[in-house]
DNA sequence: GACGATATCTACATGCATGTAAGTTACATT
DNA sequence: AATGTAACTTACATGCATGTAGATATCGTC
């Protein structure tokens, strides 16, 4: 079984894309491999191969390996701002609803991959890539600061204290929630729970 | 300046090690590359310009790269599950002070290396090096239950959750606490301050 | 249908990390 | 002091990721 064109051994026909969707398809399968084989798979080639071209091709869109994991740092970080920004909507429409808001911003470290890239671009020193989620975040704790206007220099104090719980907990989850999970025989979403029963004690 | 030897051009005299000593400056000089300079940076010319040797030597004391590299996850889980241990015993002789535990277990992930070498392990996929901190979260589930022996099974559930809450959060916080903190404008010790006000939650 | 822009490919070059083989030297033992 | 073990080095080989140059094919436009 070939994953090649049509035949092997006769050219193949080039398949031609506009820029974009040639940059969109190569970092939908980068985003791929480095959530499921890591930061290290993340190669021009590895990358190439799935999309059916070939690296230097990758080069000539990205200009080099490091723009195009660039780009991928870009793209997740602005879905994670968005899913952000939608779990601010969510709690404007519907406040006291903590578990829909833990599990908008879990889902968005776990399945969209937030998380192994902010420990990807942690580790690899990258800090620079994350300045987008700053403002991401004021919006978050502006939003909930809104929501929950009682006093106004100890909410402000609260509610920093609740992002940073659920974030830096959704994170650790997202990365190493699996294992330690199955070391202490708990369910899949013992995490979601124990933050959504903590949350309201920041707020309330 | 020179990192060399005593001259250069003339043949250095060689330092013969013990294998184990070898072994362990590798290790130290290993752990603070990965500490400092992230996965990437932990390669044989690496560990051998630092520690004066040849890469080729390292090859000898330890195999292979893999070799190096599943003996630094080794050297590291060990000095976590020996942390744990200790705040085992910290738990066991002074019971009743939060803040020392979560001290404990976070400077064990934090200064320690072992949020990012849970990291590195978690995105790379090797989750067998996770194994010897298995039992280690055990005991320490075991001892949190004598300490704090009231009702059986509710008992074990409230442990789970509180060890689950706090190497989570630990992890998290090792990793990114300090860009999310910036973020946030929080104080340096915002994370463990939460963490500490909330353990007794799950214990009590 | 011819043409121009450029997306794509082939072929080659380079640097680095890893690995191997064989020689060299330090140190303990005798 | 002679000797053997093995820690250590040098020299070479290999594979992979990245990058460059030039050729080729595709598609919109005239």
Known sequence: MSIEGPEIGTTAKRRR??????????????????????PTAVTLKAVG??????????????GSAAG????LMESMVRDLTDA??????????NP???????????????????GRLAAWIALSGDLQHLEP????VRDLVDAICE???AEGEQTHHRVTSAVLFIALYAFGDAVIGAPLRDMLDREDDAGRKIVA?????FLF
């Open 49 to 62: 191969d799935e999309i059916g071209v070939t690296h230097a091709n990758l080069i000539h869109h990205f």
């Open 96 to 114: 006291g609803a903590p578990r829909a808001l833990v599990d908008a911003v879990f889902d968005a470290f776990d399945q969209g991959g937030a």
């Open 84 to 93: 952000l920004g939608a779990a601010v909507e969510q709690l404007r429409s």
């Open 17 to 38: 894309r506009v820029p974009e969707v040639a940059r969109r398809e190569a970092l939908v399968s980068a985003r791929r491999l480095l959530i499921t084989s890591g």
């Open 197 to 201: 029963r903590l949350l309201p004690t």
């Open 133 to 136: 989620v700053r403002a991401a």
């Open 147 to 149: 929501t929950f206007a």
């Open 68 to 71: 195009l994991q660039s780009a």
